[in-house]
T-cell receptor
Framework: GAVVSQHPSRVICKSGTSVKIECRSL??????MFWYRQFPKKSLMLMAT?????????EQGVEKDKFLINHASLTLSTLTVTSAHPEDSSFYIC?????????????FGSGTQLSVL | DAKTTQPTSMDCAEGRAANLPCNHSTISGNEYVYWYRQIHSQGPQYIIH???NNETNEMASLIITEDRKSSTLILPHATLRDTAVYYCIVKTDSWGKLQFGAGTQVVVTP
């Protein structure tokens, strides 16, 4: 099956620093990628939808200047958490929809656990 | 997209079939039923989806009632590795967002 690679799997950073998370579709092209965050024992919350070559669409309540999303190619989307604070600590997950998809079968990365000290 | 209702949790004995219910009474005619699961600290994994006919693949079977207001995901022979949160999602097959509800925590015990 299609593989989505997400890196890093775990990152610990100091408050005020920025962290970049990469999401790559390894064996398919993805026009659309999605970014989610998940707090402990909670469900996934959609943060934004990124389309290759255009600006991301953010969900209500998600600060676009805080969570910078870049989808520069059909196989790579990045999420940068700028000036991270402890409340940004969470599990971040990306998913990708194949370019030729005709349904909502999405492929997910393995997630990034962000801990801000 | 229609909302879904799932039990919060359920236990299942290893080797037995696990039947996971999902209620989607407000489903509309062009909405599909999707099932994903998330094993702890991993990204979700697609399981199966269907419109109105029952579906089966190597992972599971999906039984959709005739009125389409509910469905059941069947894991035929549950293993310990099937312990996960299972999400039932109703969605049209069009460009859009996949939103996750609370899901059902399934624990498979020896």
């Amino acid at each position: 099956g299609a593989v989505v690679s997400q890196h890093p799997s775990r990152v610990i950073c100091k408050s005020g620093t920025s962290v970049k998370i990469e999401c790559r579709s390894l064996d398919f092209q993805a026009t659309t990628m999605f970014w989610y965050r998940q707090f402990p024992k909670k469900s996934l919350m959609l943060m934004a939808t990124s389309n290759e070559g255009s600006k991301a669409t953010y969900e209500q309540g998600v600060e676009k200047d805080k969570f910078l999303i870049n989808h520069a190619s059909l196989t790579l989307s990045t999420l940068t958490v700028t000036s991270a604070h402890p409340e940004d600590s969470s599990f971040y997950i990306c998913s990708a929809r194949p370019q030729e998809a005709t349904n909502e079968k999405l492929f997910f990365g393995s997630g990034t656990q962000l801990s801000v000290l | 997209d229609a909302k879904t209702t799932q039990p919060t949790s359920m236990d299942c004995a290893e080797g037995r079939a696990a039947n996971l219910p999902c209620n989607h009474s407000t489903i509309s005619g062009n909405e599909y039923v999707y099932w994903y699961r998330q094993i702890h600290s991993q990204g979700p994994q697609y399981i199966i989806h269907g419109l109105k006919n029952n579906e089966t693949n190597e992972m599971a079977s999906l039984i959709i009632t005739e009125d389409r207001k509910s469905s059941t995901l069947i894991l035929p022979h549950a293993t310990l590795r099937d312990t996960a949160v299972y999400y039932c999602i109703v969605k049209t097959d069009s460009w859009g967002k996949l939103q996750f509800g609370a899901g059902t925590q399934v624990v498979v015990t020896p």
